[in-house]
């Protein structure tokens, strides 16, 4: 009887509606129940029988009207070109590492680590944990909860060598992540206009952050070895920059790690220049071959400002990150964090700091030391029997990435298109250049999913090579 009754009343209100006039206001379901003889809960079934159908359309308090026919039309926002004007600083398309592809093809590219890869116990069993704690409903303080920046402070300073004073706890700040890290300290230490040395190639993020915060970018030269320690001097004193950005462990893109001699030379550069060198770790727990030394734990004097992901190890959903700096550095870096965040969900820091202090981390993480080098010794073997021409500077140490010089005449450019025809992501190098690229690069990630797949990418990275040396 209901269904029947609600199917009479919406073809009756059908055809009035197809005689009304576009806003029509409905009678109320009181006048519609006594016109149809039927409850007040049958009229409102046909009601949403009719909503769903986009005839009519319900406006809570006021009533319900003949919805009126909307005509497409193309929206016309050139009135923000001049609200806008020109961008001092114009953002490039999603950068190649961050592009999500459909599972059927061989992704090369990405710039973070397959899920196998990940504690996804680890992370799972903190987030329930922490929900049930305070974290999940108070406000932290502003520089991170103290058992985290307590955790940063502890890692950095086990790895101080005797005479060097290790940071304190207050020392550490605990930032949304490292990309929000660096644009903190790029514009508390460097500040729009002015000059930041930066190795080249380098990481594409932290040339996207310095772009935004408005400084001055000055490429130094960096190979397999790291920068070249003269080089980095004449920028200093040509420049007078106060502020180097630098990766001296597993660096992004090349693999490169500094050693000791380098270290020592960059360190006595930055302070006889009375200047800050920014140290991002990104790699910390990537090492294969060899264990990071941060830079930092060699200098108390407040010339090395320490930047430390959790993001890329421990979860992609786990945005957090630590800095750490002394002196009036620090409550500058500070006060940046607070204008741009304010601070970090406790959630989230009471889940890293969960993750990481598990006996099941260390665990963890010497498992993937030898997953890691399984990945990069299978896509190191397949580059040398299927592409060739292609050479490597150093087989890295650690890290993700394999930094892959093509032969000079690569279209680089077609290359990628090609691969991509073929089912295959990879990303050119020149993204990783904060000038004009010196030569034709691919920066292949042995992180990514399927790593049985990697020989067969490769092959096909080759075909595309070929090709394009033969032209057309």
Not at 32 to 39: C, I, M, S, V
Not at 276 to 283: K, M, N, P, S, V
Not at 300 to 321: C, E, F, I, P, Q
Not at 431 to 442: D, H, I, Q, R, V
Request: net charge positive; charged share 20%.
């Amino acid at each position: 009887m209901s269904d029947d009754s609600s199917g009479r009343i919406v073809a009756g209100l059908r055809d009035w509606i197809a005689t009304a006039a576009p806003g029509a206001k409905l009678p109320s379901t009181r006048a519609l129940a006594a016109r149809y003889g039927a409850g007040p809960v049958t009229v409102q079934k046909a009601l949403r029988v009719l909503a769903a159908r986009g005839m009519i359309e319900s406006r809570p308090g006021v009533g319900t009207f003949v919805r009126a026919v909307r005509v497409a039309r193309p929206h016309d926002y050139s009135w923000q070109t001049a609200a806008l004007g020109s961008p001092a600083n114009r953002s490039p398309a999603l950068s190649t590492p961050l592009r999500t592809v459909p599972n059927d093809v061989i992704a090369l590219h990405s710039g973070f680590p397959d899920r196998e890869l990940l504690p996804e116990r680890l992370v799972r069993t903190a987030f329930t944990r922490a929900a049930r704690g305070a974290a999940a409903v108070s406000r932290p303080p502003a520089a991170g909860l103290p058992e985290l920046q307590a955790w940063f402070a502890a890692e950095l300073g086990a790895a101080c060598p005797a005479g060097i004073t290790p940071p304190a706890p207050s020392d550490a700040i605990v930032i949304p992540g490292s990309q929000s890290g660096l644009s903190t300290a790029f514009r508390a230490l460097a500040g729009a206009g002015r000059p930041l040395l930066m190795e080249s190639p380098t990481y594409w993020g932290a040339i996207l952050a310095a772009r935004q915060a408005g400084v001055q970018l000055v490429p130094v030269p960096s190979g397999g070895g790291g920068p070249d320690p003269d080089e980095l001097a004449r920028a200093f004193q040509r420049t007078g920059a106060r502020a180097c950005y630098a990766q001296p462990n597993f660096a992004n893109p090349t693999g490169a790690r500094w050693s000791p001699d380098v270290a020592d030379q960059v360190l006595d550069t930055v302070r006889r220049h009375g200047a800050f060198l920014i140290e991002d770790d990104w790699a910390h727990d990537f090492g294969i071959t060899a264990d990071p030394v941060p830079l930092a734990a060699r200098d108390d004097g407040g010339h090395v400002v320490y930047l430390r992901s959790l993001t890329k190890s421990v979860s992609s959903a786990v945005r957090v990150a630590g800095i750490i700096a002394r002196g009036p550095a620090r409550e500058r870096i500070l006060g940046d964090v607070q204008a741009e965040a304010m601070y970090v969900s406790g959630l989230l820091q009471a889940a890293a700091l969960d993750v990481v202090t598990q006996p099941a981390w260390r665990t963890h993480l010497r498992g993937l030391r030898h997953q890691l080098a399984a990945r990069r010794d299978l896509l190191t073997c397949a580059l040398a029997e299927h592409v060739p021409a292609a050479h490597l500077d150093t087989i890295p140490q650690g890290g993700l990435n394999l930094w892959v010089r093509l032969p000079d005449a690569t279209d680089l450019a077609r290359l990628v298109r090609d691969c991509e025809a073929a089912g295959v992501i990879v990303a050119a190098g020149t993204e990783w250049f904060p000038a004009e690229p010196t030569g034709p690069y691919l920066r292949l990630n042995y992180a990514g999913p399927n790593p049985g797949a990697f020989p067969e990418g490769v092959r096909r990275i080759g075909e595309a090579l070929e090709r394009g040396r033969k032209g057309p």
